[in-house]
């Protein structure tokens, strides 16, 4: 009976989900500083929590082991490749190619393990405590996840408005647009190289490009790419405001989980990894206000190469689904 209650109060209180997002990232912050593993707050997981808490019963919320798995494989791979290759073109294009590559063989819908893969490269993590640190959060997220389930439940009308974000969540059907990623990375890789700050490249920027170009029919995001850059910028400011003011820790981490919240509901925008960009000044070496500059470099280049691509498919009258 007492269960039943539960049920029907987060039923009628789906806002819950949010603040309880932000206590699983303030804990994880304070594992991460108690154990000295700063990588267990692993940014995507503002990404996951936040989606997996808010939609019960959405594609990510519905493949546990895939949430625990797929990012573990993918942080492996590019922990082996940060100790074995300099950064550069080859080794970008080899953890990218690596992460993909992982997520079309366990047919996984998390696609923010591309990011996992990533992080090792761009942050130059080469300790092997970086994919044990992932495990940690991911697995009590997906206890967190299956515990959730149980007890909450989407309100009707939020379930009808769930299909779209499932769609954008689930593999790819085809990867016709595989050439033209390709060339948005190239784009973003020379320009970080070029300006001597790998952060044009930032890891949650991969998972916005392939989610865009993977699904641009469904991809919420995909018709507003000024609300893009606003989100992804804006939440890098309050991240570093955040980690400036209130320095690496749980109150600072659990502010920028907030901010980043509050950025998507001011822009009436459903984009996750932009949450990912705010917790990044959480783990950056020295966090600095020349992240959000390099963070719109990065999204800007990645909109007009997607711009340009569906524009082109338009020309020849191919129509994406």
Known sequence: MRTGRVRGALARRPWLAEPVTALYIGLIALIAQATGLFYVLFPELGALSHDVLKRPHGVWARAPLMLVLTPLVTAVGGTLIVRHLPYGMLAVL???????????????????????????????????????SILIGTSLLAGLCLLWRRIGFPLPAEAMLDAQDDAVERPPGDYSWVPFFLVFLLLVIGAAELSGDRMVLFPPLV??????????????????????????????????????MLGVGPVGATLSMLAGVAVLKMLDLHVPPA????????????PHWSFPVAVLVGTALQVLTFTAWRRLLRLRGVRRA
């Open 207 to 244: 998972v916005i490009g392939f989610e865009m170009f993977a699904h641009p029919a469904q991809c919420p995001w995909a018709d507003r790419p000024f609300a893009l850059l606003a989100a992804c910028g804006l939440s890098a400011a309050a991240g570093v405001a955040c980690v400036t």
């Open 94 to 132: 080899l953890d990218v190619g690596w992460s993909a590559a992982v997520i079309a063989a366990l047919k996984s819908p998390i696609a923010p393990a591309i990011s996992a893969g990533l992080m090792p490269l761009a942050l130059q993590i080469r300790s092997l405590w970086y994919p044990p």
């Open 275 to 286: 949450l990912a960009v705010g917790l990044l000044p959480c783990v950056l070496a020295r």
